[in-house]
């Protein structure tokens, strides 16, 4: 290897490191400052504390706020689930005037601001009757995650061998039957990883949740109540755990995406 060639390694290295340390000090902030035992937030923690986790386990308020967003979030991945892993099929294996159309249909709430899907939402929910009520936020945050799941589900079928279906169709299977016996089957790790994200994107959402939830409490909207209010310690706390729930999710999805890989591989 060269010497420039080497020389520009090391600084994309080291760029990539810096940009690496950049994204993870706040979170090198935040998390150890939700154990500590002062009355304000304060870093470095003058002392090790758990008050901040008694404080937000002992809220109601947090706990219901944590319910909404866990029931706000299955409901609304679940449902963008089945819709998007079936439009992504018809849209992968279909042939018909408009799937252009459609798909960019399907893409629009990805690619348009959330600001302005939150304005569309807050007015036509208005004049329908929908806004402020749960089946409208469900239905706001399945509009936001279902693009992700054609795009997800999309690779997932393009990568899907289409001679299995054949050999299905040449059996006797209806075209129901080969979705639901012989593709989704196939595919059960990549919707699982479209529902986990979906999952993730649905409970961390708030702008649009700002907007179209009247008086229904999820944890983001709660973060930012309390911020407006007061500076609390105990968001500190949340925000540590969010961060810890989102790890997870993430090893989820390579673990899924793994599988994925794997089970390709075999067909």
Not at 219 to 247: D, G, S, Y
């Amino acid at each position: 290897m060269s010497g420039p060639s080497r020389l520009s390694d090391v600084a994309l290295a080291a760029f990539a490191m810096l940009v690496l340390i950049f994204l993870l000090l706040p979170v090198l902030i935040v998390a150890p400052m939700s154990f500590s035992d002062a009355k304000s937030l304060e870093f470095p923690p003058p002392g090790f504390s758990l008050r901040w986790y008694q404080n937000l386990l002992g809220n109601p308020i947090w706990i219901d706020a944590g319910k909404n967003s866990i029931v706000l979030a299955t409901f609304s991945s679940t449902i963008a689930l089945i819709c998007g892993t079936l439009a992504a099929y018809v849209l992968v294996r279909g042939d018909f005037r408009g799937r252009r159309a459609l798909e960019a249909n399907f893409m629009a709430p990805m690619i348009v601001p959330s600001i302005i899907v939150a304005v569309s939402l807050y007015i036509f929910f208005a004049r329908t009757g929908l806004l402020g009520t749960f089946f409208g936020l469900v239905l706001g945050h399945t509009i936001l995650a279902t693009p992700y799941v054609v795009l997800i589900m999309q690779a997932a079928i393009r990568s899907f061998d289409i001679r299995i279906e054949q050999v299905a169709a040449t059996l006797g299977a209806s075209q129901w039957q080969i979705l639901t016996r012989v593709v989704l089957p196939n595919l059960a790790p990549s919707a699982a990883a479209a529902w986990i994200f979906t999952f993730v994107m649905s409970f961390d959402e708030v702008v649009v949740t700002m907007f179209i939830s009247g008086t229904y409490m999820t944890i983001p909207k709660r973060m930012f109540a309390e911020l407006l209010l007061q500076v609390n310690p105990t968001i500190t706390a949340v925000a540590t755990l969010l961060i810890a729930f989102n790890l997870l999710a993430l090893a989820l999805l390579l673990l899924f995406s793994r599988r994925t890989t794997l089970s390709q591989g075999l067909t």
